[in-house]
């Protein structure tokens, strides 16, 4: 299914959506879409939670036409909360640009695999090294094809601040 179409009109409505993939559902404000990519500002309630980078081929379905969606969107609006860009520029023309921007702001990131399921499907840290084939982060390795990359959430920002593991 090409999902594009959705994200793209999701964008231009500036319209509150659920992506659902395989493994989860996130919901949130879509930022910006490429041909391989989406910037995705996710909620969490009525908490801004991040920030995230999807493949397309992971997304399953778009929803944006739920009442429940739209009642929520309106609640959002109601509260002043709006979709906001990261603080800085996410290209999305590769996954791996996307990920030397993230590594270019030294800040934690969280980065899951296609074998979500697995003991290490998701990992946090702080980029080292991005390659085409392989990313590295510091006293981590992600190895896999990346689906998702979040960042900017406040579990991320509290496992940098109170874990003594975290890198500095």
Do not use: W
């Not at 908490?47 to 959002?76: C, N, Q, T, W």
Request: glycine share 8%; hydrophobic share 40%.
């Amino acid at each position: 299914m090409d999902v594009r179409p959705v994200l793209q009109r999701a964008l231009d409505g500036r319209a509150y959506v659920e992506i659902r993939m395989d493994y989860r559902a996130m919901r949130g404000f879509v930022l910006a879409v490429s041909d391989t990519l989406v910037l995705f500002h996710r909620y969490s309630e009525l908490f801004p939670y991040g920030y995230s980078i999807v493949h397309l081929h992971s997304i399953a379905e778009v929803d944006h036409d739920d009442p429940g969606l739209r009642f929520f969107a309106s609640m959002l609006a109601a509260e002043g909360l709006v979709p906001t860009p990261p603080a800085f520029t996410v290209p999305l023309d590769s996954l791996p640009r996307a990920l030397q921007a993230l590594k270019e702001q030294r800040i934690l990131v969280e980065l899951q695999r296609e074998d979500y399921d697995s003991e290490h499907g998701l990992e946090v840290g702080r980029l080292l090294n991005v390659h085409e084939q392989h990313t590295v982060l510091q006293l981590v390795s992600a190895a896999g094809e990346l689906v998702r990359v979040g960042f900017g959430s406040p579990c991320i920002g509290a496992f940098g601040k109170y874990s003594t593991t975290a890198p500095r």
